[in-house]
């Protein structure tokens, strides 16, 4: 399944700025939409937009798929109009791909909790971020961070993390 269709499939609304983003790639994630993807939701859209909006979701529509440029210049324009900001459209995306890291731990402490804090700050460390990474803001010792313990701890953080996320995101 695409990354678009699991944020589909688990509910969370997806606005113009989401798609947006989703077409830029977020943070050294790469594209995480395609150009099909893209045209198909904005056939979906055409039933629900409003008269302001519909010939730019009408174009975006009916755009070739090998029009990047123009498929992106379409996007920005409605996301412009979008009520969400661009910082929301990172969050679905955030989540999706922090679900699909958690996922691909193995239960290393070392590697686990390296990818945690690599995972991290391709957003930058958000301020509102589960993880405890080693040296940022804190004094702990590598002998004492790289530990199961301290793995298993972060992970449930991670888990309650992405619960709250997803019920602030399916709100919205």
């Known amino acids: 399944m695409t990354y678009l269709g699991k944020l589909k499939a688990s509910g969370i ?7 947006l983003v ?5 943070d050294g994630h790469g594209r995480l939409v395609s150009s099909e993807e893209v045209t198909a939701y904005a056939a979906e859209q055409l039933e629900f937009v409003g008269a302001p909006h519909y010939s730019e979701v009408l174009a975006l529509a009916g755009a070739n798929p090998s029009d990047e440029e123009g498929i992106r210049r379409a996007l920005s324009t409605l996301a412009e109009c979008d009520r969400e900001i661009r910082a929301d459209g990172v969050r679905p995306w955030r989540l999706l791909l922090l679900k699909e890291t958690i996922q691909e731990l193995d ?3 070392l590697y686990d909790l390296i990818r945690l804090t690599e995972f991290w700050a391709s957003f930058d ?3 509102d971020m589960p993880h405890v990474a080693q040296g940022v803001g804190n004094r702990i010792s590598p002998t004492e961070y790289y530990t199961e313990s301290m793995l298993k701890q972060s992970i449930h953080r991670h888990l309650e993390w ?3 996320e997803e019920r602030i995101l399916r709100q919205t």
């Open 125 to 127: 460390y958000p301020t």
């Open 13 to 19: 609304p997806i606005g113009w700025s989401a798609l």
């Open 162 to 164: 992405i619960e709250k």
């Open 107 to 109: 239960e290393d402490p």
């Open 22 to 26: 989703g077409w830029d790639g977020v």
